[in-house]
Every structure is written in C-alpha cells, then in structure tokens.
C-alpha cells in the first residue's frame, strides 16, 4: 500500500466546539482543502482522522466519531453520549490531540 507521506501538508485542520441541529454540544475538526484538491483526497483524510480519534478515544467514553465531507471541505465530529460540557472538553482535549499528530506527520 503506498499512502501519501504527508497527507495533510496542503490542509488546514482547526478544532472548536459546535452544536448539532438539536443543539447538542459537537466537538469536531474541521478540514479544508485548496480548491484544486480532489475529493478523494479530502475523504481519505477524513477517514484518517476519524480512525486516528477512534484509537485515541479512551474506553469510558460512549461517544460516536463521525464524518461528513463535500467538494474540498468537511469534518469529523462527535456525537456525544449525554452531550454535558465536560464531555465535550473531554472530545475536544481528544480532537486536538489528534490534530497535532496530523500535522506533525
């Protein structure tokens, strides 16, 4: 398998705290892409770094990592279990773990 050295090296990656439709708390990294970037690329880091969140993801929580993604832009987002501001702090200490090792490799 041949996977790009540095898959993130043309992305930006930012981390916040959203709310869903519903208002729940969302604690997600954001992706975007230069508008030249095939959408292969963009989904290929989205599952990298859903997958790199799920492994990073200690056993208590009950949370559930998601992605969505559309042309050169997207995220990977939690849906929290009981949605309290500490699990939330909690998901995004995770998410900006994960995306510092992104961008470091």
Known sequence: MNLAPRPFASAALSVR???????HLEPQIEVRF?????????????????????????????WCVQTEGHDTSGRVFLELGDATEAEAQRGLAVLAAVREQALAS
């Open 17 to 23: 705290i959203g709310t869903s439709r519903y208002g």
């Open 34 to 62: 230069p508008r030249n970037a095939h959408f292969r690329q963009l989904h290929a880091a989205l599952h990298l770094l859903a997958a790199a969140v799920e492994m990073a993801t200690p056993r208590s929580e009950r």
